[in-house]
Structure formats: C-alpha cells, structure tokens
C-alpha cells in the first residue's frame, strides 16, 4: 500500500527566509508604524549617524577610560561625589545653592511687584471710570531687593533645574520634579502642544501654549477651555488672544452645588473676571466648558495607566522636555492608528 502522508524532516532548513507579511494581520499596528516613519523625514537623525559613525565606538571606549578614571574602575559615578565629602567642598556648594535661592526670590518678587503695579493701574482706571473709590485692600509694593526665601525653600543637589511641585494625585502632598503641559484638540484627542516647565502653577502657560498651538498648526485655535489655574485678568485681556475665544475659570465649582445658568451679557464696564465669570454661566459657555475634562483629562489618563508613564527617567529641563514630548507623540499614534485615519504628509 502506498504512503499517503508527508514524511517529518525536522532538521530541514528554509529555502527562503519568512516574509514577516505572512505573520502580521493588514490592520496590525507594527504596519502602521512602519508607514508613518516611511513617510517622516529622517534626513536630520540619519545626516548625524553618517557624520559620527565607527568614531562612537572609539569615543564609547574614551568615555568609558575618562570615567574610570574620574570616579574608579567599577564606579558608576551617581555615587556621592568626592567633593560633598569634604568639609570645604560641602559648604561651597551650600553656598552656592543659598545664592541661588536667594535669586529665585528676587526674580518671584519681582514679578509679584510688577503684578501689584498692574492691579494698581487698573484699580486707578476704574475708579477714574466710575467716579467711585474700589472697596478692598490695595496691593503691597515690595521691592526685590529687600526678598528673601521662605524658610521652607530647598535645593535639589540632583536636578538643579527641577522644583518642588504640588503633588496631583495626592492632595496636600509635594514631589520633586516639572510641572508637564498639553493642549489637546476637542474633536480627535490629538496632542497639538506640550511643552514642560519649572512653574509650580499654570497662570503663566496659559498665553504661551496658545503661541505654541499656533506654531505647530500654524494658526490659532477658535475656542480654548483651561481650568481655574490658568486665570488671570492679564491673561484673558493679552493682544495675542483677542481673537481666540476664551473659556476659562475664574474660581472652582462646589461639589453638589448647581450652576445657576444666565442669558444676561456683562454689565458695562465690567472686569474681565467678571465678564468671564458670566460667559462661563451663560448655556453656551457651560456646555463649551463642561466638555474641557472629557477633552484633555482622558489624554493624561491614558498617558499614566495605559502606559505607565508615571515619571520622568532623565535630569535637566531639557532633557525631560523631550522625553515629555516623546511620551505625547507616542499617544498621537495610537490615537492615529486608532481611529483608522490616512495620512497625509508632505
């Protein structure tokens, strides 16, 4: 009787190498990676790699002799260094750390007297207007150079440039780190802006992720919601976003307490906090700004939980700045790659 099956060769080789089309499904997302970067322009990444080459392993081996040589063979070199040893070292470099503070000091006071001279402008202005005298306290003028740091500043010997921020997850708690910032578009969820800094509140980003909108999508956005920590009168008044249109909170809603919605515009000669504290009552400004949590906060969520990107790994603001934008590029691809879309690139 004739055999009627294919005998096992197990120790036969392929004639061909496998096709890795043959392993992933048309809609994988390894293919759409693959696509993205073929149609990105590498010129820049590559030009560097052909201008270092063979060399990187050579000045891989000097960095390796020059740290040995620095720190001991079989040193790390993030161990306490030499220097934080010794007693004059130590105090020079608690020195330095005491001016730098003090400097800090100045430059926050500073800016608090330039805010204190702006509020008293206007406080003049109005009272001009209205014939009428402000009620409450007039702002303090304090000069800078009399500033001083709080007895609870600190210095991070690790990171200079990081800061002690509030801690989000956690009230009333604080962390070393940056303060990280998106701007994240209403219809796809697609990060348009972000950027890190080394202030502990959001007043002052405000104005300069607008411009960074407006760079990257070369025009400003129409509507931009942000939460009571991006208020300011200054803010919502600055030439740059007199043709945006501004949702932003003058203060926080009371859990279980409704919203009275108004149809009535400002009273004349209102103050920008006022005027915007009734936009944001009006039925349009409620329904603009009920939407800003389901718009930027999913967008940090998945950033977080999804994919466990709870810290920055690396030192320096710059350094962390690009890792932050690393880490909302990634989310831009899945959110791409997500919803189906074509690309389009030049």
Request: proline share 5%.
């Amino acid at each position: 009787m004739g055999q009627n099956f294919i005998a096992d060769t197990v120790n036969q080789t392929l004639l061909f190498p496998p096709s890795l089309h043959d392993w992933l499904p048309e809609g994988h997302l390894a293919r759409f990676l693959a696509d993205v970067v073929a149609a990105l322009d590498l010129s820049a990444i590559y030009t560097s790699y052909r201008e270092k080459d063979g060399r990187w392993l050579a000045a891989a081996e000097k960095t390796d002799a020059e740290e040995d040589a620095q720190y001991g063979k079989g040193k790390r070199g993030d161990e306490l260094p030499a220097e934080l040893q010794r007693r004059e070292s130590r105090l020079q470099k608690i020195t330095e750390a005491k001016a730098a503070l003090e400097q800090e000091a100045k430059e926050k006071a500073a800016q608090q007297r330039a805010e204190a001279e702006r509020k008293l402008a206007e406080r003049a202005d109005q009272e001009r207007r209205t014939g009428k005298k402000k009620s409450g306290r007039k702002p303090e003028l304090r000069g800078p150079e009399q500033a001083r740091p709080d007895d609870t500043a600190q210095r991070n010997f690790t990171d200079p440039q990081s800061r002690i921020m509030p801690d989000g997850a956690n009230k009333g708690s604080f962390l070393q780190g940056y303060n990280a910032q998106i701007a994240v578009d209403s219809a796809s969820q697609v990060i348009v802006a972000a950027e890190v800094t080394q202030e502990t509140n959001d007043k002052k980003q405000l104005l300069p992720m607008i411009a960074l909108i407006a760079a990257n999508l070369e025009r400003k956005p129409e509507k931009v919601s942000a939460d009571t920590g991006y208020f300011s009168e200054g803010n919502v008044t600055d030439a740059q976003v007199k043709d945006v249109d501004l949702y932003v909170a003058t203060g926080r809603d009371k859990h279980g307490v409704a919203v009275e919605t108004s149809g009535d515009p400002p009273p004349p000669g209102a103050w920008p906090k006022e005027a915007m504290r009734e936009k944001l009552r009006t039925e349009a400004g409620r329904a603009v700004y009920k939407m800003r949590k389901a718009i930027v906060e999913p967008v940090f969520g998945q950033i977080k939980e999804q994919r466990g990107f709870r810290r920055f790994s690396l030192r320096g603001k710059e350094n962390v700045s690009r890792e932050w934008k690393l880490a909302c590029a990634v989310s831009n691809l899945l959110k791409l790659f997500r919803a189906g879309g074509v690309l389009e690139m030049a």
